[in-house]
């Protein structure tokens, strides 16, 4: 008898199962089944307590008559679960972690006082580590992982270590989604951006806001798709993040991480087009470093029911970019020395000497360097009050703020505008509550939200009353500043260099208030169910001044004489002149405009574990409406109100023992427009384009002399279209919307197969598979010149009625007649090449992500944990998501992918973030020295592979990066990254609680700094695209790009500009980026040092 | 585990199938699509009308009108000898030949920066013989709309390789047509895709005749009369057979013939002018092909501008 109460015993930790889903989405919830270990018969009547450094109290529930109990919403953290009977021994597990969102099953058996056992109190082993009850895919990212493993300091940072993560230009995707279109979730409210869709709102910064520091969270769950109704807005993933609590006893931590950049690696690899004088490095010996130190703590303010936790910690980066300049080594002036390196002279016809690897002979320009101080300087500081009412009823008031100001830099520019400060600030505040009614059959949760963020740019006085001037052609250095050694713009020439004033300037503020409210109800049919309804509400505003330095940024031909204003505000006016505008249109200052939306969702799902087969079946519905308007122009911009998403999942127990699963999903999933479209196409904005008479404006101006005075320009208003220059008006504000307009949606669907081989290790493979439906977009009849927004490749045609923005569905004849009647699966256009009408389909949104990931998991127990994972993916299509990665473009749903009808081929194929390969090995182990020391040593590698490369050609009006000359992504990839990270630290316990912990990561141990970004810009000058090529090919990054591609794809070299000249090739195309915004290397090999007192 | 294989083959499947993305490109015999002429690249550019009914026996068609531009007498005045010849340049002079696939640039032009025909294989005759004027092929692969493939560029000008400083191959100025008839070109030859299949080139292009300028439109509304000064290409009036005047009706925007007036006559009186009439005059050749040939409506004319076309 004995011995099989033992063995029963010892089974009953492997009924703990995680089982169900629809929690809430800041706590966790425990449910299971006490049974009698003598007999295996449910037990009615015991009563249980959980407990735990997190919770307010006890929770307690008591078992009704099938045995079965449920404590929801527990705060994540370690919990300890005790069971009272009497006449039973009591019975306690305390291996019980309860993670966000999530919902664990914890069955427990409870042995007869008649039993004799040595121990006196049943304790049982460790949980099972397989989630079955969900299908979502992602993973909650411990404490434990960010203590131990080489990681960054931010919460954005951290989630890249989940399968399918990478990093794209503003911020981590997730799943083959850009990182615009994940959800940010803080303590269960929305704080995503309103406007952009990132997670800090300012998109034009080089060093972004850091996401908070991971000092201050509890917890993250990071889901990468197959989510439930209850999340919604998103097409990517979810970062849901869970702040910190205080506690029955204070506890908190002083902190400091410093990263002193001068330690290794004096100077980055060199930035800078092929060829060009401008370049720069990193340098950080000069003084860069990352900084962050701080303070958090929490604490009772009245034990078991009221608790604070505090935290504040300024963030710093400062950075430090050398700049110089370089004078080419011509071929007919050669030392001997330069001779021997000398294999060729450049294609362009300058007589630049090149090496045998490809790259330029240069010079550094003695005297030339100059040190570039940039940085941001973060503030951050969280709060949070945590009230129990009694036992059901809970209140949770946080909020966090993120006052920040950072500078950015230009290289390749005057010194005028070589550096830019802008202030932003973020700001959360979240109010919640929580209750328990029916016996905790009823499950109610209400939260508000206010989010609020900024972005003030602070140019200097010239900055913003100066035209910006773009020198778009070759010109030589020499014109501008000094540089030893030059006399020719062979020597050192620069394209598109900057002169003057700032182009873009903006001061924008954006606000949300947010509530919701879920109730959730837990009953038996057929089975138990966990059913939840909830309604969820947004209202956003956006407001915006913006303008150009010196209202109009312009473009100079020094060859052809001429200025242009490539981008200048102003409004069409009655045919009138003055003195600051020519006939027919208005130069305006600034522009400001307001903008609103409101975002509704409701939602219906269950969670249904059958009453055979180890079986779950989760399903629900969503419905999601949108309307946007703005308040300047009072024009409302759409209403869409069927977002229907329907979301399915099964989970089959295979094991019966909660040791394995096999499982499937399949979902929709929406996208929510946000505000930047509000601004852009329904305020008013609108784009003038002309020539300047550069007689008056430029009198300097001619291939020989370059240069002009861009003080000279400022009032410099005497406009004088020509017969054949460019005068456009480029109408953006009051867009037309599409009267049928259907959401943006995703499919997802997916399936996985986990087994846990040992205790805490489950292996598994994850099939993950996304789809994309109807896209929003700009679209335009004439190439560019006016637009309206619809669903590309879907929809009846429809008319713009006489006020230029209202529409119908359908076209009379008269409608036809005079161009009003627009459609959404194709226009009428010329071909700018030829001046020929051509029939141009917009094609239908595509985007393919099928993704197949193999992973190992060890969760931390007996000192070590780690994590291998390996995905094979592709991602293709024609839509690569709401902004452009080839020029950055972030304008979701108006960005310029459907603007160029003549344009449209070529659009299919590898889509920015398509890495076949990605490699993610993480681990750490623990020795505990004695009571008191204990040393931890932690390891990371990721390998990814590169990104698709394209070769891209201009635009006449937009500019470059606009025409696929090829398929897109044909063109080669950037390098494949490895990269090595190792973390070591030393706990010393003072004084229990008081423990001082030192650590060490060393980043990119082998100092690789592969090329990140790839110069796709084939050329600067406006081409058509080269359709039904086929030529795929590895050119890109390799010894010879362009010659390569030449060789590989004989066609483009044949390659015309639209009005027939052989095209000037980009002699940087296929090797590093020289984006400012981006970094176009790996960061070098970096130390950083921790010190923590904990207490 | 049965469903854990098929997962691992579902995983196959899907890698093999993101080997290559792209369709491939198009193979078998090339076709030409169709011919036109264009002589802008701007939305208001001059078009030829496309032909795209051609092959096989029968040659592609492409009819241009033209314009004429009067000679400029040296100035005995200055050092320079800055006479200029009168010229005749198709209103859409360059032909572009559509095909439905890639070709073969080498062997269109003879290399990827010189529109010089490659190996000579175009051959050009001028109404019915050897055109002595230089003709240039360019291969262009790109294009505007994927339901068409590559295209030749054919053109009688100057060659545009790099470095080029001139006009760009639609502003070319050559002297293609006449003030007196039409002049039929015959462009043949052969080149070919990359995978060596013959193309045949067989065009004739027609480039109408023009005389020139009316200038110095006068509307004079208070003696109800429009004057004007002789096309300035008519060849001492002898090629010119008249002038055929338009007048904008009111109830319509186009216009509708109002007169012919015979050769050498510069004025024509209206008795229900008003000022908010404009007119147009066209130029008409005497005998081309033994019929009067109409040249393109010049105008508007008002009583407000009368500006020289």
Known sequence: MRKKLLRLVRIAPLALLFAGIASAQTTGTVLGVVTDASTGKPVA??????????????????????????????PPGEYKLAVQLEGYKPAERSDITIRIDKTIRANLAVVPEAVQMEEQVVRTGAAPAVNIGAAESGAVISREFVASIPVGRTVENVSTVVPTASVDQYGVGFAGAQSPENAYILDGMNVTDPVYGTFGGNTNTQISQPSLLTNFIQEIDVKTGGFMPEYGRTTGGILNMVTRTGSNEFHGSVFGNFTPRLLVDPSGEVNGAAGEAVAWRSKPDEGAYDADFGFEVGGPIQKDKLWFYAGFAPVITERRTERFLRNNVLADTLSPEEAAQCVGEDPSGYGRCIRSDGSYLQTTAPGSSQIIDTGRTTYQFTGKLTYLLDENNSFTLSGFGMPSNSSRYRMNSAATQRTLDT????????????????????????????????????????????SALRYSEDVPLSAFEPIAGCSSVEQCPVFQYMDGGWDYLNDQRSNRLAGKVSAAYLFEALGSHNAKVGLDVERSSYEIDKDYGGNAWLDLFPSLSRIRAFRSYGFINDGSATTDSPTGFTIVDSIANQSNTTSTAVYLQDSWQLPVANVTLNAGIRWEGQNMSNDTTDITGFSIYNN???????IWDFTGNGRGKLAGSWGRFFYMIPLDMGDRSFGNEVQVRYQLDNAVCAPTLSEATPVVNPTALTGCRTYEPRSGD???????????????????????????AEYEILSDVAVGVEYNGRRQGQTIEDMSPDDGNHYFIGNP???????????????????????????????????????????????VAFPKPERSYDALTVFVRKNFSQNWQGSVSYTYSYLRGNLAGPYREEDGQIDPGITSEYDLASLTANRFGRLPGDRPHQVKLFGSYTFNLSQRFNVSAGAAYTGLSGNPVNALGAHPDYGEGQAFILPRGMAGRSPFLHNVDLRGSLSYVIRPPYALQFSVDVFNILNSQEARTTDENYTFDAVQPIAGINCDTSAAHSGDPIGQLKRDCPDVAYLKTVDGRPVTVNPNWGKAGTFANVPNFQFPLSLRFGVALSF | MKSIRSLWWLGVVAAVAACDPY???????????????????????????????GGGTDPWDVTSTSVCTAAVPDDPATADDESVPQRVKPDAGVIFVKVNKLLDGASIQTTPDSCVPANSWLTVTRDGVPDAAAWFTCYNPSTATSAEGSSIVIYRGENISPGFSGNLWLDQANDAGTTTAVVDYALTGQVKDKQGNLVDINITFHVE????????????????????????????????????LYKQDATDDAPVSLTEQPAGTTSFTDPDMTDTREYFIAPIIANVGGQPYETSQQGPFDTTTNPTP
């Open chain 1, 793 to 839: 490749g879907y929809g009846q045609p429809f008319t713009v009625l006489e006020d230029g923005h209202s529409t119908i569905e359908g076209c009379t004849q008269a409608a036809i007649d005079d161009g009003r009647c627009l459609s959404t699966k194709g226009v009428e256009t010329f071909d700018p090449s030829t001046g020929r009408t051509i029939q």
């Open chain 2, 23 to 53: 369709d491939p490109e198009v193979g078998g015999q090339p076709k030409v699509l169709s011919v036109f002429a264009s002589g802008g690249n701007s939305n208001d550019g001059v078009l030829a009308e496309e032909d795209a009914t």
């Open chain 1, 644 to 650: 229907w998403a329907p979301r399915v999942q099964a």
């Open chain 1, 726 to 752: 460019l005068f456009g008006i480029l109408v953006g504000g009051a867009t037309p919307v599409h009267p049928d307009l259907q959401g943006v949606y995703v499919d997802q669907f997916g399936g996985q």
């Open chain 1, 423 to 466: 202030d932003d600030n973020i700001f959360d505040v979240i109010g919640r509550y929580g209750g328990k009614f029916l016996d905790k059959h009823l499950i109610v949760e209400a939260a508000g939200s206010w989010h609020y963020s900024s972005t003030v740019d602070q140019p200097t006085n010239f900055q913003r009353n100066t």
């Open chain 2, 209 to 244: 005749p023009d005389a020139g300028s009316v200038g110095d439109v006068v509307v004079d509304t208070t003696a109800k009369t429009i004057t004007w000064e002789l096309a300035e290409c008519d060849g001492g009036l002898a090629a010119t057979g008249g002038y055929h």
């Open chain 1, 45 to 74: 009547g015991a009563v249980i307590i959980a407990t735990s450094p997190a919770l307010q109290g006890e929770q307690t529930a008591v078992t009704d008559a099938n045995g079965a109990y449920r404590l929801p919403l527990l």
